[in-house]
């Protein structure tokens, strides 16, 4: 028996494009990542993070997040989210009195390195603002990652599976061997009991 290895240095779904793959984490968790699903008590943790991080630039720029990004109030939610009771207690405590962090962090990092022009913060504070803004978002992205309700990329919602095809470039090394996708094995036939 003879046997030889390559290094993977890429995966695919289907007939998609080849994503690269160094193998600085485990291929599952690279494939089947997925962003960080938005919710309002995600929202409010990550305004209250902003918020203290801005609590020394004065009651005047947390007014300014707040009116910018306010949390909604019990009756400004969707009719579907008036229906979940944790939901609506969350929107009564802090509903108008907290600052909504997801759309926050969406705003301030497309206008990045600057100021959305909906914060419209006190004259003089606009670079500690910036400063905290750049914060934020590099927190942000370190602690959760991608926020967003996309499926991850291997994802087949049609199959409810996780197909993947384990890839070589020109640049590897060594014969593969085997080629065989990921994902469900293929059928076997039952052996025939002896008579």
């Known amino acids: 028996m003879t046997t030889s290895t390559s290094t993977l240095d890429g995966w695919r779904t289907g007939d998609g494009p080849v994503v690269s793959y160094d193998g600085s984490a485990p291929l599952e968790s690279v494939v089947e990542a997925e962003p960080t699903t938005p919710d309002l008590r995600t929202a409010v943790e990550l305004g209250q993070a902003l918020e203290n991080r801005l609590g020394g630039a004065?009651?005047?720029?947390?007014?300014?997040?707040?009116?910018?990004?306010?949390?909604?109030?019990?009756?400004?939610?969707?009719?579907?989210?008036?229906r979940d009771p944790a939901l609506v207690r969350l929107a009564r405590v802090c509903g108008g009195r907290a600052t909504h962090g997801i759309?926050?962090?969406?705003?301030?990092?497309?206008?990045?390195?600057g100021l959305p022009a909906s914060l419209q913060v006190p004259a003089g504070t606009e670079a500690n603002v910036a400063a905290a803004a750049a914060w934020f978002i590099a927190w942000t992205d370190a602690s959760l990652g991608s926020i967003g309700t996309e499926d991850a990329?291997?994802?087949?919602?049609?199959?409810?599976?996780?197909?993947?095809?384990?890839?070589?470039?020109?640049?590897?090394?060594?014969?593969?061997?085997?080629?065989?996708?990921?994902?469900?094995?293929?059928?076997?036939?039952?052996?025939?009991?002896?008579?």
């Open 103 to 113: 759309n926050a962090i969406r705003e301030l990092r497309a206008a990045a390195p």
């Open 58 to 82: 004065g009651d005047g720029v947390i007014a300014a997040l707040r009116n910018a990004y306010p949390v909604p109030r019990p009756d400004e939610l969707s009719l579907t989210d008036r």
């Open 153 to 195: 990329p291997a994802w087949r919602p049609d199959r409810l599976s996780w197909p993947g095809t384990p890839a070589r470039t020109a640049s590897s090394t060594g014969t593969p061997s085997t080629k065989r996708a990921a994902g469900p094995r293929p059928q076997r036939r039952a052996r025939q009991p002896l008579r």
